[in-house]
């Protein structure tokens, strides 16, 4: 990480960054139609977040990826969406705005001479010089500070699962816009309700309420000798209690086994449920919060991976023909693992057996297309496979996860447009993510916060001075 960041200032000095991020800043002609299309009710960050979803058209990490790059390279794609998307956001940042308050006029463009905070400054359309010198300030301290808050970490667990800096920065912008986290800049105003004054430390003074004229308040005398003066609130707003109905309702309670059923198969730490429930914990609404989780199953070390699974599988079809004989994928697979590449569809974060909804596919494969061409590629895959992982020594876990099988399923039954298929997951997926996003709601979790560790205790960690 060092070595990296190093070799980025070497590239980078000040001025040339500031022409390079203004080389850079263009935006797809379809965000901004897109931009231009939506409703002025939707919220800028659901905007905002989805225009940057939308520019992974632009992404140069995942069409690397999907060309085989070596995983050695990555930081460099990484590094080049990074640039790319921090370049374009002032503008699209500023047709929100002028959307939403400007009746629609769209900014001026980028001035190349000037820096990123004047132009985005500018676009939003205010020229006053110390405004945009404020702007200078906002834009340095809003910056992350340590990796652990709920924006920071959801682009880095979304990241987690390779996909691209677009989704994972689009992921933690859905997490920003939490009213336990950025949107709390947006809460409503404070109403002070005791206008007397108390006594000299006027703490009670200090008492606010989010509702407008919430109390009537008169001051008492004190009791005795007190130097307290005492205040009567009463409340001037009738109580919910007392001007709705109450509703009775009848709630099952589940049984442990119940709870278990209802997670499913995602146990809610794979990046697509954690996303969605990290993203909800700063009380980020379900739409965001799963819009989030779906940024992290587009990542091919995870959903995706069912769509890399049939792209990796037609590839060795091209390459060896219909009949293959085991020697002939032991060696694709070493050409692979070679290559810096993942097999995919073998493997899992915490399985340590064949997954279960393999082997149900695959049971179901047994029974309806015995027969079929690429299930019989796919059955073999799983005699040659699991070895070979064994023998490289690295996977943990050899064998076979759900991503493996469902293509070839959907593939017999005529749905062949593999592009799709993570969007399929997605819909299934929400049964069990939102089921327990609803849980996570009931049972008051909090704003969730992992560690983290400034450089000084990194380096500490790694033994270096
Ligand atoms: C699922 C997956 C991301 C889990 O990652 P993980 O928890 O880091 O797994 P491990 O701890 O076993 O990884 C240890 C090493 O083995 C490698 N490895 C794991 N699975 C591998 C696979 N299928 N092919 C090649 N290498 C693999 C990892 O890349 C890692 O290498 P590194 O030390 O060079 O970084 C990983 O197994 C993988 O990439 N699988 C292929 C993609 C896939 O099928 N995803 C769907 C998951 S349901």
Redesign the pocket.
């Known amino acids: 990480m060092c070595a990296c960041s190093s070799a980025i200032s070497v590239l980078s000095p000040r001025q040339s960054r500031l022409e390079e991020w203004n080389e850079r800043a263009e935006i797809p002609n379809h965000v901004i139609t897109m931009l231009n299309n939506f409703p002025s009710k939707l919220h800028p960050m659901s905007q905002f977040s989805a225009a940057i979803a939308a520019m992974n058209s632009e992404s140069k990490f995942a069409k690397a990826y999907a060309e085989g790059v070596h995983?050695s390279k990555y930081w460099e794609l990484c590094y080049e969406d990074s640039m790319d998307l921090i370049a374009k956001l002032p503008t699209v940042a500023a047709i929100i705005y002028r959307n939403l308050y400007r009746e629609g006029n769209p900014p001026d463009p980028i001035d190349k001479k000037k820096d990123w905070s004047w132009n985005y400054t500018s676009m939003l359309g205010f020229d006053n010089p110390q405004f945009v010198e404020l702007m200078r300030l906002y834009l340095t301290i809003h910056t992350d500070h340590e990796g652990g808050n709920v924006s920071a970490h959801a682009t880095h667990l979304v990241g987690s699962?390779l996909s691209d800096p677009y989704l994972s920065f689009s992921a933690g912008m859905n997490g920003l816009a939490g009213p336990l986290h950025g949107l709390a800049n947006q809460l409503p105003h404070y109403h002070q309700y005791v206008t007397c004054p108390t006594r000299n430390e006027r703490t009670i003074d200090l008492a606010y309420s989010n509702v407008a004229e919430a109390y009537k308040c008169s001051p008492l005398p004190p009791l005795g000798d007190s130097d307290h003066n005492i205040i009567s609130l009463m409340p001037k707003y009738r109580p919910i209690l007392k001007t709705r109905k109450p509703i009775s309702q009848q709630h099952r309670v589940l049984t442990p086994d119940g709870i278990e059923r209802l997670q499913g198969d995602h146990e809610g730490g794979?990046v697509s449920a954690h996303a969605t429930h990290l993203v909800g914990s700063a009380l980020s609404d379900p739409y965001l919060s799963f819009s989030a989780g779906m940024n992290g199953l587009a990542g091919?070390?995870?959903?995706l991976?069912?769509q890399?699974?049939l792209v990796w599988t037609t590839k060795l079809q091209e390459a060896l023909g219909g009949e293959v004989t085991d020697d002939q994928l032991r060696d694709f697979i070493w050409n692979?693992?070679k290559s810096g590449?993942?097999?995919?569809?073998?493997?899992?974060?915490?399985l340590r057996k064949t997954?279960p909804r393999y082997m149900c596919q695959r049971e179901f494969a047994l029974k309806h297309l015995p027969n079929d061409p690429l299930f019989k590629l796919v059955a073999q895959l799983y005699k040659v496979?699991p070895d070979i992982?064994i023998e490289?020594g690295?996977?943990?876990?050899?064998w076979p996860?759900?991503?493996?099988h469902s293509g070839v399923l959907l593939q017999y039954y005529g749905l062949t447009e593999m592009n799709y298929y993570t969007v399929m997951f997605g819909v299934s997926r929400a049964l069990g993510v939102l089921a327990s996003l609803v849980w996570d709601r009931a049972l008051g979790l909090p704003i969730e916060r992992p560690k983290s560790f400034d450089t000084p205790s990194l380096k500490k960690l790694v033994g270096a001075s």
């Open positions: 995983k699962a794979n091919p070390l995870h959903g991976a069912n890399e699974v692979t693992l590449q993942v097999v995919p569809g073998y493997g899992h974060a915490v997954d496979v992982l490289q690295k996977a943990k876990n050899p996860n759900v991503d493996a």
